[in-house]
């Protein structure tokens, strides 16, 4: 069992930045590849991000270029550093184990954290 825990989140205006940190503990999760989500009101959960052992990274288009994913496995934790955030980034951010298959679809990951709110305002 993995217990994951996800802080960092906030309110910040457009154009700002924030720093997602994900804190894993129980089994070892330094074999484990890890993703980023969220999920706004009304919408269904989207995949931001990914990140493999070796550091191979992976974003959504919609966030290519202003988010960057990395992991400090020593610490057991991943990060998603936020820049030039824009209004339409404003949601629930989770973190995750991804078990398999395409790492789009939310039923791929498990362990999930409690999410930590990222508003942005215009």
């Known amino acids: 069992q993995v217990q994951l825990v996800e802080s960092g989140g906030g309110l910040v205006q457009a154009g700002g930045s924030l720093r997602l940190s994900c804190a894993a503990s129980?089994?070892?999760?330094?074999?484990?590849?890890m993703g980023w989500f969220r999920q706004a009101p009304g919408k269904e959960r989207e995949f931001v991000s990914l990140?493999?052992?070796?550091?191979?990274?992976t974003y959504a288009d919609s966030v290519q270029g202003r988010f960057t994913i990395s992991r400090d496995n020593a610490k057991d934790t991943v990060y998603l550093q936020m820049n030039s955030l824009k209004p339409d980034d404003t949601a629930n951010y989770y973190c995750?184990?991804?078990?398999?298959?395409?790492?789009?679809?939310?039923?791929?990951?498990?362990?999930w954290g409690q999410g930590t709110q990222v508003t942005v305002s215009s």
């Open positions: 129980g089994r070892t999760f330094s074999s484990g590849v």
């Open positions: 990140i493999s052992l070796s550091g191979s990274r």
């Open positions: 995750a184990v991804y078990k398999g298959g395409s790492y789009f679809q939310a039923a791929n990951f498990h362990y």
